[in-house]
C-alpha cells in the first residue's frame, strides 16, 4: 500500500555534509512510522534513525548529534539530514514505512524488520 523512494546519495568526503530525501505515498491514509536504515557490506541492517507520525523521533548512539530526522507530512516526505560525516557511514541508505504498533525504539533497535515497505535505497560513500 505504501511505495517509496529515496534520493540524494552521492560521494562525499570525510567531515561533508549530505541530505537524503524519501518520497512515500498510500492509497490510504495511515499513521505511518518512518525510517530510515542503512546496511554497508558484511554488515546487517542497522537502524539509523525512525520517526513517527506525531514527529517523536529516536536514534542509533552512532549517529546522535550527527543526522536529523525529520518529516514533511504535507509534502509525504521523509529526510535524514547528515552532517560531520565519516567513513564508517558509507552504506546503502534505505526509508521504510509502515505501521508496526511498535515503540519506535523498538523498531530501530530491529533493524526496520517490522516495516513493511521499503525504497530502493541511495548509496553514500564517505571518503577519507
Known amino acids: 500500500q505504501v511505495e517509496l523512494a529515496e534520493s540524494g546519495g552521492g560521494s562525499v568526503e570525510a567531515g561533508g555534509s549530505l541530505k537524503l530525501s524519501c518520497t512515500y505515498s498510500?492509497?490510504?491514509?495511515?499513521?505511518?512510522?518512518l525510517g530510515w536504515f542503512r546496511q554497508a557490506p558484511g554488515q546487517e541492517r542497522e537502524g539509523v534513525a525512525v520517526i513517527d507520525s506525531s514527529g517523536r523521533s529516536v536514534y542509533s548512539d552512532s549517529v546522535k548529534g550527527r543526522f536529523t530526522i525529520s518529516r514533511d507530512n504535507a509534502e509525504n516526505t521523509l529526510y535524514l539530514q547528515m552532517s560531520d560525516l565519516n567513513p564508517e557511514d558509507t552504506a546503502m541508505y534505505y526509508c521504510a514505512a509502515d505501521t508496526p504498533h511498535l515503540a519506535i525504539s523498538l523498531v530501530l533497535e530491529r533493524g526496520g524488520r517490522d516495516l513493511g515497505y521499503w525504497g530502493q535505497g541511495t548509496q553514500v560513500t564517505v571518503s577519507s
Open positions: 498510500s492509497r490510504f491514509y495511515s499513521r505511518l512510522c
